[in-house]
């Protein structure tokens, strides 16, 4: 396989509905570390802990969200896939 061909698969890889659950999900992300990164930094704590703090807030907020989302996507696959094998 060349290095063209390889680099097409990857990119096509993320053409779903899936990555585009994600991707949104992604965005919405940035939206709500916003606050606790704005008060993070207004109590004056330098940007690397300011990062690592809030994306472990935002670890605990999406993990259950992200959770329900590949869940759900999982549900799907398995009913095609059920209804492939009858």
């Given at each position: 396989m060349n290095i063209i061909k390889a680099c097409w698969l990857f990119i096509k890889s993320y053409f779903s509905k899936l990555y585009a659950v994600y991707f949104?999900?992604?965005q919405i992300s940035t939206v709500v570390m916003m606050p606790f990164m704005y008060v993070l930094d207004s109590l004056g704590l330098s940007v690397i802990?300011?990062?690592i703090i809030a994306q472990t807030i935002g670890s605990l907020i999406f993990f259950?969200?992200?959770k329900l989302i590949f869940?759900?996507?999982d549900r799907i696959k398995n009913r095609k896939h059920s209804k492939e094998s009858e």
């Open positions: 949104i999900r992604w802990p300011n990062l259950r969200l992200d869940n759900f996507f």
